[in-house]
């Protein structure tokens, strides 16, 4: 076998195929010999024995392998082959390599739930979440919507870790029977992070997930979101109208409070009131007064959106309507001159406009209040350094022409490389449905047209459908048909 100089991040995959390989098949040890560690290594990675036995020592001096007697008081023969090696899941092993990955910043002495929360930044995750697995704790991190897993930790590793986290959040780290909520407190140079906890008790244990955000990422000028020139144009009319709704539906992680987000920062010049009532409060935003709902001490939606009406608000961002006294009070504030943003849990925009309907809401005020009905979804982009195509077979062809596209000779395809850790993507854009409510989509809902009728009254008024929407960006080269099906499934 021809040499091969080893990536750094094939050590990690080798790392993580030694935990799923050799933790889970020996019986009653998570152990295997030298011989068989280093043909493994030698295999996965494609690389001469010799290579492997190196690495083999490197993970040995790591601690990420180590002997039988150190982890499980075996008895240890010197200069044996056969000597019995132990895969740990510790601090010392999968987050240690994983570390040393990062030549451009320096192990730190700070608490290892610090340390964990600094190494998911690095690899751009969203959430990070700790599920018991028998005696070990799973950490998954979620990156461009993606659950992957990371790592392993012993509970003698993991549990500590939890509780400092909790500890962090100023929650009570002895309480595993009730669900608990906090924010994080970080130090200043982390201040630039927002991250919210949640632990709650399953069958096993405890699940903990960890939400980050961060401030420059929190809040997006409507231009980078996604959205076609005719749907920002469209938007940016109806939003100097200065008064009425704007409906964003979808389902949950489709997208929909970073487009309302989106939405108050472009009506944000700094002479508008803007009061948010939010459950829970998902970004911290400078000059906003933003309402936490809280039913321990009173304060619902509904309550919460009284409390606002007497705050001289000139914009209210309500964070979702899921009642039908929240949905009266909204419609009411919207009639009275002020500008009201929420959402909906709807599959797309026809969608929207018939579930207010479950909800009790007079469709006259409805029709004479909604502006615009927004639909979004999220869908990865494809990593620049790695980016490649394919041939378009027939049944993709039809997909474009069935929506009076071009059809492309190639679509792109995922490829992977280092750069993206092998997916073929790299962070995520918007596919939008945007809906301008005209004098005849006004009319249908005072009428209670059905949801099919809307849908065709939406496609003879030539709005792009989430489905046109997401072929579009396939034939710009932006995502894939993958990504496009499994945001959507075609189904009109």
Not at 6 to 29: K, Y
Not at 294 to 320: C, F, N, Q, Y
Not at 378 to 389: E, F, G, P, S, Y
Request: hydrophobic share 40%; net charge negative; glycine share 6%.
């Amino acid at each position: 076998m021809a040499s091969r100089t080893v990536e750094p991040s094939s050590i990690v995959d080798a790392v993580h195929s030694l935990l799923e390989r050799f933790c889970n098949e020996l019986t009653g040890a998570r152990q295997a010999t030298r011989t068989q560690l280093v043909d493994f290594l030698a295999r996965k990675l494609k690389i001469t024995d010799r290579a492997a036995a190196k690495l083999f020592d490197d993970l040995r001096e790591a601690g990420v392998i180590l002997r039988g007697d150190e982890s499980f008081g075996d008895a240890h023969l010197p200069g044996r082959d056969d000597q019995s090696w132990a895969i740990d899941v510790g601090h010392r092993g999968v987050l240690a390599v994983d570390a040393s990955l990062d030549a451009d910043e320096p192990e730190t002495d700070e608490s290892p739930a610090l340390d964990l929360i600094r190494r998911a930044i690095r690899h751009r995750a969203t959430d990070v979440h700790f599920d018991p697995f028998g005696d070990e704790i799973e950490v998954r991190l979620r990156i461009d919507g993606q659950l992957e897993h990371y790592c392993r930790l012993n509970e003698t590793i993991g549990k500590p870790l939890l509780q400092q986290l909790k500890i962090m959040a100023r929650l009570d780290p002895a309480e595993h029977f009730h669900s608990l909520e906090g924010r994080l407190s970080l130090p200043v140079s982390m201040s630039h992070y927002d991250v919210r906890i949640t632990a709650t008790p399953v069958v096993n244990g405890e699940s903990v997930s960890l939400r980050l955000l961060r401030g420059d990422q929190i809040i997006r000028p409507l231009d980078t979101l996604g959205l076609t020139t005719t749907d920002l144009q469209n938007l940016q009319e109806r939003m100097r109208i200065g008064e009425g709704i704007i409906l964003v539906g979808g389902p949950a992680g489709s997208g929909k409070t970073t487009t309302l987000y989106s939405l108050v920062y472009h009506l944000d010049t700094g002479r508008r009131n803007i009061v948010t009532i939010e459950d829970p409060v998902e970004y911290l935003v400078p000059g906003l007064s933003q309402i936490q709902v809280d039913p321990r001490h009173g304060v619902s939606l509904a309550t919460g959106l009284k409390t606002a009406l007497r705050m001289d608000p000139d914009i209210l961002l309500l964070g979702e309507i899921r009642d039908a006294e929240t949905a009266t009070v909204a419609m009411r504030a919207a009639s009275c001159g002020k500008f009201v943003l929420t959402t909906f849990h709807t599959r797309d925009a026809a969608s929207v406009m018939t579930a207010s309907r479950d909800l009790q809401i007079n469709q006259r005020s409805l029709a004479s209040n909604l502006l615009a009905v927004i639909s979004p979804r999220l869908v990865r982009k494809l990593c620049d350094n790695c980016r490649d195509t394919r041939a378009t077979t027939d049944e993709e062809r039809n997909l474009f022409e069935q929506e009076a596209i071009d059809v492309p000779e190639h679509v792109p395809r995922a490829a992977g490389c280092k750069h993206c850790h092998g997916s073929g993507y790299h962070e995520r854009t918007g596919v939008f449905e945007v809906v301008v409510v005209t004098p005849e989509i006004a009319d249908a809902i005072e009428q209670g047209k059905s949801e099919r009728e809307l849908r065709e009254l939406l496609f003879e008024a030539s709005v792009t459908s989430l489905r046109k929407d997401g072929l579009q960006k396939v034939r710009n080269g932006i995502t894939t048909l993958e990504e496009v099906k499994a945001m959507y499934g075609f189904a009109r």
